[in-house]
């Protein structure tokens, strides 16, 4: 793209929003009150509000290669508490994608230098869950089902913060894991049972 088009295409949306509403920015300039804090994956393909048909100040986004939820991440760490604990989120939003060049490139065995410490917690959920996996002979089938994983073990990570654990608690937030089907466009509810998985976990993670 063509650096100078950039803000030619951002004057057109300025005067497309205030054609539809004169004080749009005024108001935008206000503050934020979202519901959804969305944690997704930073490829180019998957643009958070786009796929959500979300409108700005509707949606709080962290993005990060393969949608990872680290717990020594300083950066989702602070989104989280920021989100839900001074925006009041009510639903929290891990959202992976098919066809994830985070998620392929921990499948392999080479050396990929500073990447490596990343993609090692990618393969280690593929350990958590490599009995299910070692059975999908079907290479493209078992990167999909890695995918899955990946943002079902994200989550897990999710409900493991202080934060979010006084939230459920306190002010009923959700937690949600997707997938983004690039072939179609289509959003995946994963549909994860994490009542099940808050019983199997709390016993070690719960903060009293």
């Known amino acids: 793209m063509d650096i100078k088009q950039i803000f030619k295409n951002n004057q057109a949306w300025i005067n497309n929003k205030l054609k ?31 796929l959500m048909g979300a409108q700005p100040g509707e949606v709080f986004v962290h993005r990060n290669i393969a949608n990872m939820v680290i717990n020594i991440d300083l950066g989702a760490m602070s989104v ?78 999710v409900i493991k913060t202080a934060d979010v654990q006084r939230a459920i608690r306190d002010n009923n937030l959700t937690v949600h894991g997707w997938v983004f089907d690039i072939n179609s466009g289509k959003l995946i509810d994963l549909g994860i049972n994490f009542d099940q998985i808050l019983l199997e976990i709390m016993a070690i993670y719960r903060l009293k």
């Open 20 to 50: 539809l509403d004169k004080d749009y920015f005024e108001n935008l300039s206000k503050g934020q009150t979202p519901k959804v804090l969305y944690i997704g994956c930073s490829d180019s393909r998957v643009t958070a509000e786009d």
């Open 80 to 157: 989280i508490n920021y989100a839900v604990k001074h925006l009041q989120v009510k639903h929290v939003i891990v959202c992976g994608h098919y066809y994830c060049g985070g998620v392929k490139a921990a499948m392999q065995s080479a050396d990929l230098g500073i990447l490596n410490p990343w993609l090692r917690e990618i393969r280690d959920v593929y350990r958590l869950h490599q009995g299910e996996l070692d059975k999908i002979t079907d290479e493209d089938k078992k990167y999909k089902r890695l995918v899955e994983l990946n943002v079902q073990e994200q989550c897990v990570n």
